[in-house]
């Protein structure tokens, strides 16, 4: 569904990434960890058309997208949630799925907004409310939600539950496994914690200072004691 190819890339001259391939497959969940300053979110802007690519490509469901504006990315089936500023705080929560659905035709909102309301049954309860009102984990949800209304191929989220409580955070992250399950979405998923995202992932990728040092499944990192260790700061059940 996702395929990098020999992708390096920053922002102006600044290089971050270098040489890095990936694939992510058709409704299976990637993970992609590393120690921080690694180039995890560089690497899914440059996916979302946010950075500088000195080299590579990215092709999306076998049409390549490295080079086309953002929001024409977009169009073509990938929607990206960053960590932070993922959505309007100063507008309301049904304005933020407004905003999101900008593009979708007016006959298909409602059924596609159900969709994420049905995933966070409890937004129904703060439509009017303004989201910078909203708790941390509230906020996330309104992010997904807004993703799922544009009907995504792909969803990157770069640190879902960053700040989040363990309880929240361990919501949303089985919300993540419904996406390939339930939706029939592809997920990329950087996330702080690596323990929890390779337990709830299919393939895995390790980057450390901008390069991929690991590719495989995402149990096999989880169980690789040297490498899970050395730059995840994790224990193998053999420790």
């Known amino acids: 569904m996702l395929s990098v190819r020999d992708i390096s890339a920053g922002y102006g001259s600044m290089h971050i990434i270098n040489g890095i391939s990936l694939e992510a497959s058709d409704k299976e969940i990637t993970v992609i960890v590393g120690p921080n300053?690694?180039?995890?979110?560089?690497?899914?802007?440059?996916?979302?058309?946010?950075?500088?690519?000195?080299?590579?490509?990215?092709?999306?469901?076998?049409?390549?997208?490295?080079?086309?504006?953002?929001?024409?990315?977009?169009?073509?089936?990938?929607?990206?949630?960053?960590?932070?500023?993922?959505?309007?705080?100063?507008?309301?929560?049904?304005?933020?799925?407004?905003?999101?659905?900008?593009?979708?035709?007016?006959?298909?909102?409602?059924?596609?907004?159900?969709?994420?309301?049905?995933?966070?049954?409890?937004?129904?309860?703060?439509?009017?409310?303004?989201?910078?009102?909203?708790?941390?984990?509230?906020?996330?949800?309104?992010a997904m939600t807004m993703a799922l209304i544009r009907k995504p191929k792909v969803i990157m989220l770069d640190e879902p539950t960053a700040n989040l409580s363990p309880k929240l955070a361990t919501e949303v992250l089985r919300k993540v496994v419904d996406l390939p399950r339930n939706l029939g979405m592809t997920v990329l998923l950087v996330e702080q914690n690596a323990k929890k995202a390779l337990e709830i992932g299919d393939k895995a990728y390790l980057l450390v200072s901008g390069k991929r040092v690991f590719e495989g499944s995402a149990k096999d990192l989880l169980a690789h004691q040297e490498l899970s260790r050395m730059y995840l700061g994790l224990k193998t059940a053999a420790e």
């Not at 799925?97 to 409890?122: C, H, N, W």
């Open 37 to 142: 300053g690694s180039g995890k979110s560089t690497l899914l802007k440059t996916i979302a058309g946010l950075t500088t690519i000195y080299g590579g490509d990215v092709s999306l469901d076998g049409k390549k997208i490295s080079g086309l504006p953002a929001h024409e990315i977009a169009k073509r089936g990938l929607a990206y949630l960053p960590q932070t500023e993922s959505a309007f705080t100063q507008l309301t929560v049904a304005e933020n799925f407004k905003m999101a659905g900008y593009t979708v035709p007016d006959r298909e909102f409602d059924s596609r907004l159900q969709i994420g309301l049905d995933m966070f049954p409890q937004l129904s309860n703060y439509l009017k409310s303004k989201v910078q009102n909203l708790s941390g984990g509230e906020r996330q949800m309104v």
